[in-house]
């Protein structure tokens, strides 16, 4: 098999332009279609959201604001599992994805989810968090 045939400068200058050309060819002729498809999407969201507002006027009623001592009494009638701190990855992806789906369940919010999973530590695991916290800056 011969080798390829190395192009001049001119040929190369000519195989780019051609390539240039087809690419803005392939570009201009994509994007309108594009660009419609975005805005017949966002204008459906927008209807469908709209569909489902409360009329003018009307205030839709917050969540109430809930301390930790509820949140945690929710979360233990879940009965999450507790860790041990076992060197398992699977039982541990299978421990965190239990212990996030209660806390789905009882819509916690975020910045209770911590002190609330941490008493599902248990020997080694409780080690391992003691000695973690406490190698964290104040702001960590």
């Known amino acids: ?7 001049n400068a001119t040929q190369l200058a000519q195989v ?9 060819n392939a570009f201009n002729e994509i994007i309108p279609n594009v660009t419609t498809n975005i805005i017949d999407q966002v204008r459906a ?3 469908e959201r709209a569909a489902t507002a409360p009329p003018a006027g009307v205030v839709a ?6 301390d930790l001592m ?13 860790w041990d701190g076992q060197d398992d990855p699977v039982a541990a992806k299978h ?25 599902q530590l248990r020997k080694r695991g409780r080690t391992w968090w003691t000695t973690t916290t406490g190698r964290m800056t104040e702001d960590a």
């Open 16 to 24: 780019r332009e051609l390539i240039a050309e087809e690419f803005n």
């Open 61 to 66: 009623p917050v969540a109430p604001v809930r």
């Open 95 to 119: 421990w965190l994805s239990d212990v996030e789906g209660a806390f789905l369940t009882i819509g916690c919010p975020d910045q209770h989810r911590v002190l609330i999973a941490k008493n």
């Open 45 to 47: 969201l927008l209807d």
């Open 1 to 7: 098999m011969a080798p390829p045939a190395r192009l």
């Open 70 to 82: 509820y949140y945690y009494e929710k979360f233990s009638k879940c009965n999450p599992p507790q």
